[in-house]
Nanobody
Framework: QVQLVESGGGLVQPGGSLRLSCAAS????????MSWYRQGPGKEREWVAT????????NYADSVKGRFTISRDIAKNTVNLQMNSLKPEDTAVYYC?????????WGQGTQVTVSA
């Protein structure tokens, strides 16, 4: 059974950094893209960043461009999100997303709270 497990969330002060990881298991079929989404309190889920499995092409939402970096470890089948210069408005539950030849899959989410 395919599974996405996120880790690395927590509480951080404004200006701080966090690194999220998502481990993808049992994906024996083609993955097109791996992405991060987030849902802040009282907000709808929004796209944050995407990396393609072919070529490693990355794209970012304007709100995180220059502060967040998405990367992947092919051998470990993980996708990471390095988040720097965090702001209170980055507070959200962050979700890992995989778009594959079979379907789209979501992780359970990890909480990121940016507060003094």
């Amino acid at each position: 059974q395919v599974q996405l497990v996120e880790s690395g969330g927590g509480l951080v002060q404004p200006g701080g950094s966090l690194r999220l990881s998502c481990a993808a298991s049992e994906f024996t079929f083609t993955i097109y893209t791996m992405s991060w989404y987030r849902q802040g309190p009282g907000k709808e889920r929004e796209w944050v960043a995407t990396i393609s499995t072919a070529g490693g092409i990355t794209n970012y939402a304007d709100s995180v461009k220059g502060r967040f970096t998405i990367s992947r470890d092919i051998a470990k089948n993980t996708v990471n999100l390095q988040m720097n210069s965090l702001k209170p408005e980055d507070t959200a539950v962050y979700y890992c997303n995989v778009n594959s030849i079979r379907s789209t899959y979501w992780g359970q989410g990890t909480q990121v709270t940016v507060s003094a």
